[in-house]
């Protein structure tokens, strides 16, 4: 009785230890499968407000913010979509949703392709938005544009 109860707690700390192991790699958050993993400041061209916050995932998602100044006519300053990477070259889009600033009702919602080459600590390529009305029919694009980052970094 006695080696079998050695025996099973042998057998317990080795899974403690190896499980532990294992998470630790997968959870320190410091491993990037891909170089857009992280936090980036974004300029679009287009936009009717510039500046944008975009956040890659190591997942494939990724969120998108910006002040919600852009559109005095409606609220739409949040998004969040997918990616996918090939090295340096990053291909996506993302979707917000857009609601009227007086009724607040919802009024559609914008889509967001992009095609973008990331350098290290910056990235650029072209991207495509369109605006899609409530009832799903495209109502305003497709808006060419170009966007350029640079990685939120720690001093």
């Not at 500046?51 to 005095?72: C, E, I, K, L, R």
Request: net charge neutral.
């Amino acid at each position: 009785m006695k080696h079998r109860v050695l025996a099973f707690a042998g057998l317990l700390t080795a899974a403690f230890v190896l499980g532990s192991l294992g998470c630790s790699t997968a959870g320190s958050g410091n491993t990037r499968s891909e170089p857009i993993v992280g936090a980036w400041l974004v300029k679009d061209a287009a936009a009717p407000f510039a500046f944008h916050m975009y956040v890659f995932n190591a997942d494939g998602t990724m969120q998108q913010a910006n002040p919600d100044a852009g559109d005095a006519n409606s609220s739409d300053s949040d998004g969040k979509g997918v990616w996918r990477g090939d090295g340096q070259k990053i291909r996506g889009k993302w979707v917000e949703v857009a609601a009227d600033r007086l009724t607040r009702q919802f009024v559609g919602r914008g889509e967001y392709s992009y095609e973008i080459v990331v350098d290290g600590n910056r990235f650029a390529g072209p991207a495509v938005f369109r605006f899609y009305g409530v009832d799903g029919t495209l109502v305003r694009g497709p808006i060419n544009s170009s966007i350029a980052g640079e990685r939120v970094t720690l001093p």
